[in-house]
């Protein structure tokens, strides 16, 4: 059982080196998963969309280890994007900590509901979200009508009435 990894949690621009690299292995290793570079329907995420964007740190090391975004659907709504863990840390609680720092970070900027995707070949990535208490939801957006794509969602606060 590997340790899990002292962790530092950033919020860096997405334009950051570090975070661009990470994403660049993120979609590497999903375009050869799917054996296409055509598998994300829809805009990919951009510095215009992303409403925050971390990179996770071994804290003694100072080694990257993984990442995750925020991508503004609405007012009360973020989509969970580019959550990817470098293949040695992972099953380490890596990904679970990025995820509980995205939810924190979207609660303290009024969003309601976090919602996610995960393509046909993301088997660990629908065990993710639901491991995360996210539930499963009809597909939504450019993901509607998307064979072997599952969208999932999680209320992270009450609405309140306006």
Known sequence: ???????????????????ADLRAAQQAELDARFGTAGHEPGPAPSAADMAVFLVAYEKSSGQPLGCGGLRRLDEATAEIKRVY??????GSGVSAAILAALEA????????ELRAEA???????RRFYERGGYLPVPNFGPYEGVEGSRCYAKVIAAAVPG
């Open 1 to 19: 059982m590997m340790h899990t990894p002292r962790l530092t949690i950033k919020e860096v621009p997405w334009s950051n080196p570090v975070g």
């Open 85 to 90: 863990v470098v293949p040695y840390a992972r």
């Open 105 to 112: 970070k979207a609660l303290a900027a009024g969003y309601v």
């Open 119 to 125: 393509g046909s070949v993301q088997a660990d990535g």
